[in-house]
């Protein structure tokens, strides 16, 4: 999860790295009185989790509290990449003598966190590695070992930043080395790092992202910068079909019938499980399709579950039929899932054989899901139809009948019949 | 033969007692010629029995039952816990650790990763289905009940790794229902940061003799297939591999994460289209649709359709 930049140089600072006197606003009246307390020019920037401020006209300068206040009326009013700014940062206009680059990523391929220190700060890293290779300084770091000063300073002499600098740059670089790790972060990274004119360092903006898998540890932190476990700071926010379906998927803890994404086509999808999903989307595309919306059913959900998410899909509007596939299951009974789905279409008055554009879902408990399926006239398949194959027969049934289905007043059935949930075993 | 496991690996299953970890025993039990499961940790229920294994408190306690070291472990615990788990494990002299557990932070994972490596001992996983040797043995809940694993895997000269545990399966199936066997398929999980990549499993499958191709299952996010692809040309490998990508969808959505924690793309090299370059650079054929892979795995290994 992304973090803003106010919430960013909060962390930065906890830690104990020193960041230029800075204030968090969401109006123009929050903003004066920092400016005022600040003292003399400060830089006014949009909140927003995205690039671009710079050019969008999203960080102003002000040499007075009024200015300040002018300022942060219109920025806060700006939309940039599509993004309503949370607030504003009135910030220090600190005088710059060089500005530096520090960071911490994880490497995946070794296992281990990386430190990068670069004396080419203020512009992105990659840039300044692909064409100034000698101006950036790594190392990889021991995540049992405890992080020790040496190795921050061996970064930054490797590329012959000695002095003072060298001495004051260590314990922020070992500082921000610990901060990664203690707060389960996968990206922590000071840039620009400034070294002002008195020669101290600073902070003058920070980029912080945690990851999700740790927001429980992490509690205590979230709660201290307010943000509540509602925020998923996703690429993008969730839209409501999306929050329907996290609902769905949290109606028990039996299984998951979630992970849902929206998209606009008319062919709802009720796929799984993670890479079958993967696999499932890419193939109704590849043949045409036009997948109303990505989810991912998996670990044996509830008969209600899997009747939840095919009832949000079908509810859908523009979505004409849904197509129900999986990879081959060993976990997740596919008897459950097909009395999930057949039951979504018949709460809904539609006839299951028409809705549901093919089942393909092979795999444990399968023959007492054929059963159900053959007695609501649903097209199913065995593993002999690979995913491809099925998608392909889905994508053409849909794309045969745009002009819609029969009334549905005349399909209506009773539920009672697959409304029964046997439990596995 | 095969890589990893054999007949004669013994290995205790930790967190035992939870739900989907009393399953998972019951299908290594009764797959091929048994598994053997020589005890299972579960802290304060020292003296129960889950399918006839001995239910201990603590590892040390299930090695000295047992009376000599033991291979394995599959952990399977609560995310919260699974670090203790495993370095109790490497601990005690366990070499083979298959980490079924999901949501594990990758600082944890990095911790259990160098702890292995210090004591020799390997990792797979987490957030992975484990390993099978078909109709010897299996480790961990690859191919589901004993029965329903059979139908998809045969024994064969084609090694398996995939990122995603479902989708290792449903190709060994495919390669299955076109007559070609497996020798080993690995699911090796699907976070950012897993214990075994595919180059690291590849010099295991190239000592291997029955080994004569490598498929793999792949997604965008991360660097492991690059890794693969530097690791074919170094090491002029005589195992032709042929990979299926999914997720291609997800290059038009950077940042947005979908089907496992680590398939997310965050930057130029790690989309789908990328990786599929990389592979094709390698001499890695990427196969549009899983149904093709069994006629790309015959033309390259020789055999006739």
């Known amino acids: 999860m992304r973090f803003f930049e106010y919430e960013a140089r909060e962390i930065v600072k906890q830690a104990g790295i020193p960041t230029t006197d800075f204030g968090f606003a969401t109006s123009a009246d929050q903003a004066r009185p920092i400016a005022e307390r600040i003292g003399g020019p400060t830089v006014i920037k949009s909140q927003v989790l995205?690039?671009?401020?710079?050019?969008?006209?999203?960080?102003?300068?002000?040499?007075?509290?009024?200015?300040?206040?002018?300022?942060?009326?219109?920025?806060?009013?700006?939309?940039?990449?599509?993004?309503?700014?949370?607030?504003?940062?009135?910030?220090?206009?600190?005088?710059?003598?060089?500005?530096?680059?520090?960071?911490?990523?994880?490497?995946?391929?070794?296992?281990?966190?990386?430190?990068?220190?670069?004396?080419?700060?203020?512009?992105?890293?990659?840039?300044?590695?692909?064409?100034h290779p000698d101006h950036v300084g790594r190392a990889h770091f021991s995540t049992l070992r405890p992080f020790s000063d040496f190795q921050a300073k061996e970064v930054i002499a490797s590329i012959g930043v000695s002095g003072r600098p060298l001495q004051r740059l260590t314990p922020i670089l070992t500082r921000l080395a610990k901060l990664f790790l203690e707060r389960d972060m996968t990206l922590a990274e000071i840039?620009?790092?400034?070294?002002?004119?008195?020669?101290?360092?600073?902070?003058?903006?920070?980029?912080?992202?945690?990851?999700?898998?740790?927001?429980?540890?992490?509690?205590?932190?979230?709660?201290?910068?307010?943000?509540?476990?509602?925020?998923?700071?996703?690429?993008?926010?969730?839209?409501?079909?999306?929050?329907?379906?996290?609902?769905?998927?949290?109606?028990?803890?039996?299984?998951?019938?979630?992970?849902?994404?929206?998209?606009?086509?008319?062919?709802?999808?009720?796929?799984?499980?993670?890479?079958?999903?993967?696999?499932?989307?890419?193939?109704?595309?590849?043949?045409?399709?036009?997948?109303?919306?990505?989810?991912?059913?998996?670990?044996?959900?509830?008969?209600?579950?899997?009747?939840?998410?095919?009832?949000?899909?079908?509810?859908?509007?523009?979505?004409?039929?849904?197509?129900?596939?999986?990879?081959?299951?060993?976990?997740?009974?596919?008897?459950?899932?097909?009395?999930?789905?057949?039951?979504?279409?018949?709460?809904?008055?539609?006839?299951?054989a028409e809705k549901i554009a093919i089942f393909r879902i092979p795999g444990a408990w399968e023959e007492e899901g054929f059963k159900i399926l053959d007695k609501y006239g649903v097209e199913y398949t065995d593993r002999s139809v690979s995913m491809h194959e099925a998608a392909r027969r889905a994508v053409e049934k849909i794309q045969g009948s745009a002009d819609g289905g029969a009334d549905p007043s005349e399909m209506r059935q009773t539920t009672s019949e697959v409304g029964a949930e046997s439990e596995p075993a | 033969m095969s890589i990893l496991l054999d007949s004669e690996t013994t290995f205790i299953v930790q967190g035992i007692t939870g739900r989907e970890a009393v399953n998972l025993t019951r299908e290594c039990l009764d797959y091929g010629t048994g598994a053997k499961v020589v005890g299972g940790?579960?802290?304060?229920?020292?003296?129960?029995?889950?399918?006839?294994?001995?239910?201990?408190?603590?590892?040390?306690?299930?090695?000295?039952?047992?009376?000599?070291?033991?291979?394995?472990?599959?952990?399977?615990?609560?995310?919260?816990?699974?670090?203790?788990?495993?370095?109790?494990?490497?601990?005690?002299?366990?070499?083979?650790?298959?980490?079924?557990?999901?949501?594990?932070?990758?600082?944890?994972?990095?911790?259990?990763?160098?702890?292995?490596?210090?004591?020799?001992?390997?990792?797979?996983?987490?957030?992975?289905?484990?390993?099978?040797?078909?109709?010897?043995?299996?480790?961990?809940?690859?191919?589901?009940?004993?029965?329903?694993?059979?139908?998809?895997?045969?024994?064969?000269?084609?090694?398996?790794?995939?990122?995603?545990?479902g989708m290792t399966t449903e190709m060994s199936s495919t390669l299955t229902a076109a007559g070609l066997g497996q020798s080993t398929a690995v699911s090796i999980g699907g976070d950012a940061i897993i214990g075994s990549s595919y180059a690291e499993l590849m010099p295991l499958f190239e000592a291997d003799e029955q080994t004569q191709a490598i498929v793999i299952y792949t997604e965008p996010g991360g660097r492991m297939e690059a890794e693969l692809a530097a690791w074919v040309k170094e090491n002029d490998s005589r195992l032709p591999i042929v990979a299926f990508m999914a997720g291609r969808f997800m290059d038009e959505m950077p940042g947005m994460s979908f089907g496992h924690a680590g398939t997310i793309v965050e930057g130029k090299e790690d989309t789908a289209s990328e990786k599929i370059a990389r592979l094709g650079e390698a001499g890695i054929q990427v196969a549009e649709e899983i149904s093709e892979i069994p006629e790309l795995v015959k033309n390259r290994i020789g055999v006739t359709a």
Not at chain 1, 67 to 90: D, F, T
Not at chain 1, 96 to 103: M, R
Not at chain 2, 56 to 77: M, R, Y
Request: hydrophobic share 40%; aromatic share 4%.
């Open chain 1, 50 to 131: 995205t690039g671009g401020r710079m050019k969008a006209g999203g960080v102003q300068f002000a040499d007075t509290a009024d200015e300040a206040a002018q300022h942060a009326e219109k920025v806060l009013n700006l939309e940039i990449n599509g993004h309503q700014p949370r607030g504003v940062l009135v910030d220090t206009r600190a005088e710059v003598k060089q500005e530096y680059y520090a960071g911490v990523v994880w490497d995946g391929i070794r296992k281990q966190p990386v430190l990068l220190f670069s004396d080419m700060g203020g512009i992105d890293i990659e840039e300044v590695a692909e064409q």
């Open chain 1, 191 to 352: 840039n620009p790092l400034g070294e002002l004119a008195d020669g101290r360092f600073v902070a003058l903006d920070a980029h912080m992202d945690m990851e999700n898998e740790a927001r429980p540890r992490q509690q205590q932190l979230l709660e201290d910068l307010g943000i509540g476990d509602e925020e998923t700071r996703q690429a993008r926010e969730p839209t409501e079909f999306e929050l329907a379906g996290e609902e769905v998927d949290g109606m028990d803890h039996r299984g998951v019938a979630g992970n849902v994404t929206e998209f606009d086509g008319n062919l709802g999808l009720v796929i799984g499980a993670g890479g079958g999903s993967l696999t499932l989307f890419d193939a109704v595309r590849a043949h045409g399709g036009d997948p109303a919306n990505y989810c991912e059913i998996g670990g044996n959900p509830s008969v209600r579950k899997a009747a939840g998410l095919a009832r949000l899909v079908l509810e859908k509007p523009g979505v004409d039929k849904i197509a129900v596939m999986m990879s081959i299951v060993s976990n997740t009974r596919v008897d459950i899932v097909a009395r999930g789905v057949v039951k979504a279409c018949l709460e809904l008055g539609h006839d299951p």
């Open chain 2, 41 to 165: 940790v579960t802290p304060g229920r020292l003296g129960r029995e889950v399918h006839g294994v001995p239910v201990f408190d603590t590892v040390a306690q299930a090695v000295e039952h047992h009376g000599g070291p033991i291979d394995g472990s599959v952990v399977t615990v609560p995310p919260a816990f699974t670090k203790d788990a495993v370095l109790e494990a490497i601990e005690h002299d366990v070499k083979l650790i298959v980490i079924v557990t999901e949501r594990i932070p990758r600082s944890d994972v990095a911790q259990m990763v160098e702890r292995a490596n210090e004591k020799g001992a390997r990792i797979i996983g987490p957030n992975c289905l484990g390993v099978i040797v078909p109709d010897v043995i299996k480790m961990g809940g690859i191919g589901g009940p004993a029965k329903d694993a059979a139908k998809a895997y045969t024994p064969g000269p084609v090694g398996v790794i995939s990122r995603s545990g």
